[in-house]
């Protein structure tokens, strides 16, 4: 059984824009296409997220039914929360908890009624990026002897 990597695809109005912002919070940008189809690979909380271009696009703000979401599987996503809040704070002089872009701690108390616990962080696109803790979909996962994993 192998392991693949699973790079979510989102779109953004400026890679520029969204590559300043992702650059702030101290994610690797691994790479940026330039070509046709303007294309940013960012590598960040352990995971990857391609944007691409859609010029002409509007940021989506947070409350839009046409909600965006990526979830991304981190170790300690409030250790990523930690970090992402003291850049913004160096960078911006303060944590932008609502609106386009925006932080959010996780909600231990589940009133939010987000599907997904963990640190959200808006992207100045309006997409939604949840981090989760390592483990968290285990439990979905069906129970498979060794003979259904060999076949």
Do not use: W
Request: include cysteine.
């Amino acid at each position: 059984m192998s392991i693949g990597l699973a790079v979510s695809v989102l779109e953004c109005p400026s890679v520029p824009e969204v590559a300043g912002f992702h650059s702030m919070l101290g994610a690797r940008i691994t790479r940026v296409d330039t070509a046709t189809e303007r294309r940013l690979h960012v590598a960040i909380g352990g995971g990857e997220v391609l944007y691409v271009e859609r010029r002409g696009m509007t940021p989506r703000p947070v409350d839009d039914t046409r909600l965006t979401v990526c979830i991304l599987v981190a170790v300690s996503p409030q250790a990523l929360y930690v970090e992402f809040a003291r850049r913004m704070r160096v960078s911006c002089g303060e944590v932008f908890e609502g609106g386009v872009p925006s932080l959010h701690p996780e909600d231990r108390t589940a009133t939010s009624g987000d599907r997904y616990p963990g640190v959200a962080l808006v992207d100045p696109a309006g997409n939604v990026i949840r981090f989760v803790r390592m483990g968290y979909f285990d439990r979905f996962r069906p129970d498979l002897d060794a003979a259904q994993l060999s076949a």
